[in-house]
């Protein structure tokens, strides 16, 4: 007799969700019984995949977690491919994850599937969390710490706790910095699908009021970023025109006068695929430096030519730089300020004596006591004072490129736009709000103490009872204060180096300017 009652329909519901609850673990069940031993087929399967020896030990260590078991079944192995599918988002070429291979071997052997699925999904986290390249290798004026990560371990416990999602979003950088540029990435494709923009011809400057057929090239060239909207044109460089063109040249380190002159055309006139190629080039530098930078302490960002103290990764100090120019490039590093010199002398480097002061002795004999240096032995050095090239603050910072931070005499470049002016040391536009802001948890020092210091004229090293951790580091696209988008030019060709290394293609790399080159730090 058949049952119909209300307690038998629920019974029966119960079961019915139960089995389609159970469908999914019998054919991961399925699956293993059809995958076996995959550390015996990892040595010689998959030659297509072109693995590294480091990528072959970390899918060794991955299964040697597991016990030597299959991972991988159908629903895991469609939400990885659905992510690696996705990596150019990422600027990275989705082609090195061949998650066509996954796709491929899934009417294959499970174990080979699973193997593949494996090594790509290790393969992505490396580039993800430490970056395709050393950088190293790319510009050795660079010494940066490497984290050590293991994403085989990581990725052996989300496939044992099943959190494979939840890994895979934790790989990208926490910075939201590196999401904006994602952003950004997206809206200039989408810019280089509507066409981009063409070059504006060179010509006299403008103004507004003027009126001249390359103010139409203007206004749709700054349509093509937002800048303007696209359906204002004619000839007439008027308000809204001025305006557009200001908020251009603030996010381009340009003077905001509104104007269209020379540096502004040519910042204009960079093309759309090297603005593509700059954002790749930086969210593959945040890859690689994410974990390795402090969120507290003093960023020097070269290409912007500014300094920010942060705390916790919130900016309470800002101000403008001076950094080396293009023959002596400020380095990248990621050091601690460990003290500050007040009136500090200057030792003045061979090459510096050598390139400059020399020929200014033979211009002028008395050079050396007009800028109040001697000779100590076998070191000239400048005395300290107002005068002193290194101003009257010095922040020193360990590293082998003997680098460090400094108040300046000539105070004047710091209005100026282009500030790359340095033989590779970084000059500050606050040191005194800088050393009392470094110097706050010391409650015997105060800004009439630090300023008397100062006066008296005499050498002071303060010794930080904390060192400050400092990052001299290459952001060519950045996201300012305000949320917008800002570019620079690739100062020291970082970026293209860094380009060219990624697409496999030959680059000379920046050497190291060392002491000699850039300043002495005695």
Known sequence: MMKTGSGYLANLRTAFVAAMLLLPLAAARAEAEDCANPLALAATAMPDLDLTAEETAAIGRFYVARDNRCAWNLQSATTLKAVLARASEQGLDPDRYHADAIRARDTQDATSRDLTATAMALRYAYDMTMGRIDLTSVDDDTAIPVPSIDPAASLADAMEHGTLDNWLARLE??????????????????????????????????????????????????????????????????????????????????????????????????????????????????RILDRALPTSGVTVNAPAATATLTEDGQPILSMRAIVGDWQHPTPMLVSTIDTIVINPPWIIPRSIIRHEIEPALRRDPQYLEHNRMRWIGDQLVQAPGPRNSLGQIKFELPNRFSVYMHDTSTRALFAQDMRARSHGCVRLERPLDLALELLKADTNWSHDKLVSKIDEGKTTRVRLPTPVPVAFVYWTVFVDDDGALEFRDDLYGRDARLMDALRGRPTAPIKSAQAEICCNAG
Do not use: C, M
Request: aromatic content about 6%; charged content about 25%; glycine content about 10%.
């Open 173 to 286: 950088p926490s910075d939201p910095a590196y999401r904006k540029l994602v952003t950004a990435l997206a809206f200039y494709r989408e810019v280089a699908g509507r066409g981009g923009w063409a070059p504006i011809a060179p010509g006299p400057t403008l103004d507004i009021g003027q009126s001249d057929p390359r103010v139409s090239s203007l206004k749709r060239r700054l349509s093509a970023e937002g800048y303007l909207p696209a359906r204002i044109s004619g000839h007439l460089f008027d308000q809204a025109t001025k305006a557009a063109l200001q908020s251009f040249q603030r996010r381009h380190g340009l003077v905001a006068d509104g104007r269209l002159g020379g540096r502004t055309i040519a910042a204009l006139n960079v093309p759309l695929d090297e603005r593509l190629n700059q954002i790749e080039a930086n969210l593959e530098r945040r």
